[in-house]
Every structure is written in structure tokens, then in C-alpha cells.
């Protein structure tokens, strides 16, 4: 007879996550590492608390901000960041959603030094290149245009500013509005 190991839900015989997760502190942040499925090959996921003034539009900032970070530090621009992380055949993604900036990526283990020192690198020394942020600009405004054409998001949207208040999270400013502060945004 089977019995249920440790790792495993008895209910549904899958493995259980929580008890393969590790918590550990690394200066002022938490990690919680959980062993790969695949050996030798590292995925990170990590974000942290941006603290937007939602109310004023900052949320807008952030996203361009953060779509520069990619774009070039004041050591490498764009293209030599991406010829490291395809030297190593690794992938890097950073994001934001509004209250928070996440990163995401993979890598070979071996290559995990070069590929966060290149993640600290574009978050401590962004150069903020005039001509990248007005292609980044540019590609926000198309981006807002496109939602504007999507009736389910825009219902959304709308729905979400009858529901709460400009400096909640969940609010959705009318798209009119977020073209503006794009183009406020020097």
C-alpha cells in the first residue's frame, strides 16, 4: 500500500509547494528560494514596493521608468546588454504594475553572477537616453491607443473608475487622460 510522503497532498497526490520553499533573509530582502525541477538552471522572480502617488499619475512615471531600464546604463547601452545576456543565453525581464516593480528572468546557474550584476546593474545606473525614452514614449501612447480600440478594456476601465477612488490601485484612469501624462512627461 501507498502511503502519502511528506511532500505530497494525499487529496490530490500532487506535490505540495510550501514545504520546498526555503525562507531566508539577503541584507534588507527576503528570499525564498525553491529547488528547480531542472538542474543547473536558475528562474528568479523578484519585485519590490515602488510606492506610486496613484492619485497624481505616477503610476505613469513608473512605467516609462521602468520600460527605460532596459534601454541602456550608464556603462552599456541597449544593445551590449542584450549581447551579455545572449552570451549567456539567459532572459531578463523587468515590469511594472503600478504600486510595483518586478523583475523576472532565467538563467544557466553558472551564469547567475553575470546576469544579476547586469539586473544591478540597470537598476542602480539607468542612463535614460533622450532618444530611447522618446521611443519609449511613443510605443506607451500606441500601447494606450491600442487598449482604446478594445471594447472589453475599456468597459473594464470604466467600470473600475465607478468603483474606486483615483488613488486606489484598482482605478483605471480614462485613457484621454494617460495620453496627457505621457506627454507631460519630460
Request: charged content about 30%.
Amino acid at each position: 500500500m501507498d502511503t502519502p510522503s511528506a511532500d505530497s497532498d494525499s487529496s490530490a497526490g500532487r506535490p505540495r509547494l510550501a514545504p520546498r520553499i526555503r525562507d531566508r533573509k539577503a541584507g534588507p530582502g527576503r528570499l525564498l528560494p525553491l529547488p528547480p525541477s531542472v538542474d543547473d538552471i536558475v528562474s528568479l522572480r523578484g519585485s519590490f514596493l515602488a510606492y506610486p502617488d496613484l492619485a497624481s499619475g505616477d503610476d505613469v512615471l513608473q512605467n516609462l521608468s521602468v520600460s527605460m531600464l532596459d534601454r541602456g546604463t550608464e556603462f552599456r547601452d541597449r544593445f551590449e546588454l542584450a549581447q551579455v545576456l545572449e552570451e549567456c543565453g539567459a532572459k531578463l525581464d523587468l515590469s511594472s504594475d503600478g504600486l510595483y516593480v518586478e523583475c523576472s528572468g532565467r538563467a544557466l546557474t553558472e551564469d547567475l553572477p553575470r546576469v544579476m550584476d547586469v539586473l544591478a546593474e540597470m537598476l542602480r545606473h539607468p542612463s535614460f537616453d533622450e532618444r530611447e525614452f522618446e521611443k519609449a514614449r511613443a510605443q506607451a501612447a500606441a500601447e494606450v491607443r491600442r487598449r482604446m480600440e478594445k471594447t472589453g478594456a475599456q468597459a473594464a476601465a470604466a467600470l473600475s473608475r465607478r468603483l474606486f477612488a483615483p488613488a486606489h490601485p484598482n482605478y483605471s484612469d480614462a485613457p484621454e487622460d494617460v495620453l496627457r501624462r505621457i506627454q507631460r512627461v519630460t
